[in-house]
């Protein structure tokens, strides 16, 4: 790396810059570079950059940070005005005054006055920490402060600027205008990082609203309730709302006392009843980093203080303790999988990120903090320092913990300023995963992992370790003999205690399997290792649902031919308990596949279940190696049956245990479907050429439309199939003994091909098969020639049709035939549009669904309004409209074409943030749902351990914050969907 120049005299930002940055494409960084240039010609601001980019050092510096930043590229360019008075300036003066300019900006004449000038700042302060970042100016700490003291001065401006403007309008009576916020009684908490002071680089703030009933501002006559929802309302706006010049900060209340029934702003009273009464040890860890950042200061102090006792406990209690431990499960340490993959790896919630960090200092502040108040700081490595001189924890684990947090901040913060998101995942792919090495300082890739895996590792140990010397349940079960012929007592007790509503079955059922009552428990070996482990199984089992989950567990055992090895495998791994726990109590349709094909555990007991998945190459190779052994076509469905199977369970297994994330888990589904299919399709064409020989120039392609052409796979998904042909036009039939006309061939091909993939065999079936999208639907034949879809779909086609056409995509056949359709839907695709036409028979198709399946439910997150079809209507109309002058925009999966239209400037940043995320979230939580339930999702009746996956999915600390968030984002979706498209009829 390059050594920092020396610093001249007067300090300025150039004069400090490690110019060591490399970028990803010299040419392309020079490219830009020559932009700037014309740039600032073109604004008359040439002469002021002359001097920076006559340093060709500090030019290669600027032109690598607009290589690998399409963010602050675009700041840089819009404005080399600002670019340059940043360099020339001392960094900590510009920060300061750009806090300082926007916490005054509230007394300008208006509100819009007041959001310009946040913007602007905004904007200046984005550009002027990522150059300090980049350019190694600033460590990861001032990193954090300038963004937190920005972020604090917007919000209190904000805050200022609404009260102001309630008291222009004469709905509240200020005691000084001057100072507004001044006994306000209005109270406006920091959580998270900012209340910490350690906000990211593109972080939402974590705000709570609260106020006093009656406090002094509110007029006699009006309800304080709606006074401060309207003032917290207008804070939100003015820093949230999107405008030309952009944002301030996202702001998110989900943290506020329960967000699924309460307003945006709630009263102290209510708020004091609800954490004396419902407080959870969770919104005890969220409330140490808690600060009064804005409005009535002193009020949110006295709050704080009348809350301590929730928060700091003198005392824990074993279940408290318990509580704690099982925060520390929520982010997934008992999962197991102590493999750390860098591309795609969540530096935030991924094994030895962030979060462990936070973790650690937190756990211990909340059981020592009570009695020792020097340990309830806001301020991660304070504390940990702190920790350190209290003896809790040891110098040198506190030093790698300290070095190992400020590391991923600083890769963090590089990575989000890419493009101004909130990301926390590495990415998978090759040269954006360069990108962010080179930002990170690494030289390559392998480099780049050679720095980062250490520091995850030692994360991970430390982290693993927190509980090591904690007492375990299994310490304190008590009597647990499974004995004799009768119940025992104390054992009963014991089950109960545990929490199992039905001792006497549970117990049953365990004296039979210690009796050898099935084949997998009849070795002595068997029964010795189930011995060693029914403790810690009772246990684990006994979570959530655990009557149903031992049930299951029983089930499981009476169809396998020997248990020895899955019983030795949980003794070695106990991790594989919670595995079985999780699936058997908060999955019951994966506890159910689970025990209807016992043999599907062979893919979780193989050792690769502890690597990564593995990747579709890897999967057609292992398919065609199990293909390969088959003896005849019997045994080849079977063994297509077992495979898929198995590989399904993996994902899935993979997904309850937290070991990827349920977007990785489409993909490897939609992998594992692809190959599936196209095996499916060769043992069809094997068995019709067999039967009834060839047809001269027959092709075959297979187009999947649905969940599987837009990779959107999940484990209950259904395959939307259609099969297109083609033949020379001189064949009059097949080759064979029995020769078949051309369309009736391929007809019986089709016919073949859903046999093979969901025929019930001795093995089980693979997927249900639908070929209703095909031309005429129902009416039409099963298989379609390549002229008559073309035809079709030119000439016949619904809007509709075309919009299911926008997730087409050939997953097996003849290439030149695939090719021939990729054109054919392409041409379909990108034709001119009537307008007005195309948006009334969305709207029209949008009611007829909405009267045939409409919900109020917001867990039908495919049909309810602002739920999933909403977004992909969105995508697809977006697709439909502005395909013929914005090809680019074709893609068969629903977010890359929202991307695709944000860049092309079709669907603003605004729309974009609404979308994109809601969709992520849905797309999260029916991968859970459908592989966890058969039936339809229904909060009151779901497992406590589903609940909690979905949580965990949504990255949440509790199911009713993810239903909260589903519902708002549901709300924002609709609006934008009316926006863009048109109210819903119905």
């Known amino acids: 790396m390059a050594k920092p120049r020396a610093k001249k005299s007067e300090q300025s930002l150039a004069a400090m810059i490690d110019i060591g940055l490399a970028p990803l494409d010299e040419k392309r960084a020079r490219a830009w570079l020559d932009d700037l240039r014309e740039a600032a010609s073109e604004s ?77 700042q905004r904007a200046e302060t984005a550009l002027l920490v990522g150059l300090a970042d980049l350019g190694r100016v600033w460590a990861a700490a001032q990193v954090m402060d300038t963004l937190s003291a920005f972020a604090e001065a917007a919000i209190r401006a904000a805050a200022s600027a609404a009260l102001m403007e309630a008291h222009q309008r004469g709905q509240i009576a200020l005691a000084d205008i001057d100072d507004p916020e001044a006994d306000s009684g209005w109270i406006l908490l920091a959580m998270g990082k900012l209340g910490a002071g350690e906000l990211n680089y593109s972080s939402d703030v974590d705000l709570v609203a609260l106020f006093d009933p009656q406090s002094a501002i509110v007029p006699e006559d009006q309800d304080p309730g709606r006074v401060f929802i309207k003032l917290t309302q207008a804070m ?117 990120g962030i979060r462990e960090i936070e973790f650690f200092v937190q756990t211990q502040q909340l059981i020592a903090g009570g009695r020792n108040p020097e340990l309830r700081g806001r301020r991660t490595v304070d504390m940990l320092a702190e920790l350190t001189d209290e003896r809790w924890v040891a110098t040198d684990v506190a030093k790698k913990l300290t070095d190992a947090y400020y590391a991923l901040r600083s890769l963090e913060h590089r990575l989000q300023m890419i493009d101004d998101q909130q990301t926390h995942s590495l990415p998978t792919d090759e040269d954006e995963l360069r990108s962010v090495a080179l930002l990170y300082g690494a030289t390559d890739v392998a480099d780049f992992e050679a720095k980062l895996r250490p520091i995850l590792e030692s994360t991970q140990h430390h982290y693993a370790q927190l509980f090591e010397e904690a007492p375990t349940l299994s310490a304190a079960l008590g009597s647990l003999v499974f004995t004799g012929d009768e119940d025992d007592p104390e054992t009963l007790e014991t089950l109960a205690r545990m929490g199992f509503n039905s001792p006497e079955t549970i117990s049953g059922l365990v004296r039979g399997w210690h009796y050898g009552r099935y084949p997998a428990t009849r070795s002595p070996a068997a029964r010795e290792r189930l011995t060693e482990i029914t403790p810690a199984l009772l246990e684990a089992l006994a979570r959530d649902n655990g009557d149903a989950a031992v049930i299951a567990f029983d089930r499981l055992l009476a169809q396998m031919p020997a248990g020895v090895q899955l019983f030795s495998l949980m003794h070695s791994n106990p991790w594989m308990l919670s595995l079985f726990a999780d699936m058997l109590g908060a999955a019951p349709r994966l506890a159910e596949i689970v025990t209807r094909r016992p043999h599907a555990l062979d893919a979780i007991i193989e050792p690769a279940f502890f690597g990564g998945l593995p990747d579709r190459e890897m999967l057609a190779e292992r398919l065609a190696q199990t293909m390969s052994e088959a003896d005849g076509l019997e045994e080849g469905l079977d063994r297509l049956r077992v495979f898929g199977q198995e590989q399904s369970l993996l994902i899935g297994a993979r997904l309850i245990a937290g070991t990827i994330e349920p977007r990785f888990a489409a993909g490897a589904y939609t992998d594992l479907a692809d190959l599936l299919v196209g095996e499916g399709l060769r043992l069809a064409v094997e068995q019709m050429e067999t039967a009834h020989g060839r047809l001269k120039g027959g092709r075959v392609a297979l187009m999947a439309m649905g969940k599987l052409g837009g990779r959107e796979m999940t484990a209950a998904s259904d395959l939307d199939l259609i099969l297109l042909y083609d033949f020379a036009k001189t064949a009059t039939a097949s080759d064979g003994d029995r020769p078949l006309s051309g369309g009736q061939y391929y007809i019986r091909l089709t016919q073949r091909l859903v046999a093979a993939l969901s025929a019930p065999t001795a093995e089980g079936t693979l997927y249900e098969v639908d070929f209703r999208l095909r031309p005429s639907g129902n009416a039409g034949p099963l298989a379609t020639s390549i002229d008559g879809f073309a035809a079709y779909q030119n000439e016949e086609a619904w809007t509709w049709e075309h919009m299911a056409l926008t997730r087409a995509r050939i997953v097996a056949g003849d290439k030149k035939l695939a090719a021939q359709a990729e054109d054919a839907i392409a041409a379909i695709l990108t034709r001119q549009r009537d307008s007005n036409r195309l948006v009334a028979d969305i709207l029209e198709m949008r009611a007829l669904i909405e009267d045939s399946k409409g919900t109020e439910n917001p867990w039908d997150i495919k049909q309810a309004r602002g739920g999933l079809v909403d977004v992909e209507f969105i995508a697809q109309f977006l697709q439909l409209q502005h395909g013929a002058k914005h090809p680019q925009l074709l893609s068969v999966e629903t977010e890359a074409a929202l991307v695709k239209a944000g860049e092309a400037g079709l669907l603003d940043k605004g729309h974009s943030e609404v979308l994109i995320p809601a969709l992520r979230l849905y797309q999260d939580l029916v991968q859970v749902i459908r592989l966890c339930v058969d039936e339809p999702f229904e909060p009151d009746a779901a497992p406590a351990g589903l609940k909690q996956l979905l949580a965990d999915a949504a990255e949440m600390p509790d199911f009713d914050r993810v239903e909260a968030d589903l519902r708002d984002r549901q709300t924002a979706v609709l609006g934008v969907f009316e926006e863009l498209i048109g109210p819903i009829a119905g």
């Open 44 to 120: 008359g601001d040439a002469e002021r950059l002359d001097a920076a980019l006559k340093d060709d050092a500090l030019a290669r510096f600027l032109a690598a940070v607009m290589d690998h930043s399409r963010f602050l590229r675009a700041l840089i360019l819009d404005d080399p005005a600002r670019l340059a008075r940043l360099l020339g300036a001392d960094p900590d003066t510009t920060a300061s005054e750009a806090c300082k300019a926007a916490r005054e900006s509230w007394r300008a004449a208006s509100r819009g006055e007041t959001m310009e000038t946040l913007r602007r």
């Open 236 to 352: 939100i706006a003015i820093l949230s709302e999107h405008t030309d010049a952009g944002y301030v900060v996202r702001t998110d209340l989900r943290l506020r006392p329960d967000p699924g029934s309460t307003a945006v702003a709630v009263s102290v009273p209510a708020a004091l009843l609800y954490y004396e009464g419902h407080g959870q040890n969770w919104e005890r860890a969220a409330f140490i980093k808690a600060r009064p950042i804005a409005a009535d200061i002193e009020a949110g102090k006295a709050f704080l203080d009348e809350l301590a006792p929730f928060i700091w406990r003198k005392y824990l209690d074993y279940a408290a303790i318990a509580d704690i431990h099982s925060i520390k499960r929520q982010i997934h340490d008992h999962r197991g999988h102590e493999t750390i993959a860098i591309a795609g790896h969540n530096l935030k919630l991924g094994r030895g």
